[in-house]
């Protein structure tokens, strides 16, 4: 059974930083694609940043470009995401996913694992 577990968010002042964590279990990752999404409240899921797996290419929502970063660390089967100069703007729920045919987009429909999500506040 796959799993995906988020961690790190918390309450951070405008320009602060923060980093998320996920942890995948039951798979080893190859050629997989993992993302991030955000939702804030009263509105969509939005596409955060991406990368495949295998070769750790990434691309980033332009609200975040130059500001976060997405690594990995393979040894643990994990996904980082490192959040600096925090904007009120980016306060949402932040949700990890999972395409196990390596679909690292913007569409949340091409993934198929998500986890539960933790939550990020950003005050001003």
């Known amino acids: 059974q796959v799993q995906l577990v988020e961690a790190g968010g918390g309450l951070v002042q405008a320009g602060g930083s923060l980093r998320l964590s996920c942890t995948v279990s039951g798979r080893t990752l190859s050629r997989d694609g993992l993302a991030w999404f955000r939702q804030a409240p009263g509105k969509e899921r939005a596409f955060v940043a991406g990368?495949?797996?295998?070769?750790?290419?990434?691309h980033y929502a332009d609200s975040v470009k130059g500001r976060f970063s997405m690594s990995r660390d393979n040894a643990k089967n994990t996904v980082l995401l490192q959040m600096n100069n925090l904007e009120p703007e980016d306060t949402g729920v932040y949700y990890c996913?999972?395409?196990?045919?390596?679909?690292?987009?913007?569409?949340?429909?091409?993934?198929?694992?998500w986890g539960q999500g933790t939550q990020v506040t950003v005050s001003s």
């Open positions: 996913t999972l395409s196990i045919q390596g679909f690292y987009g913007n569409i949340p429909g091409g993934y198929d694992y």
């Open positions: 990368t495949y797996w295998s070769t750790g290419a990434t």
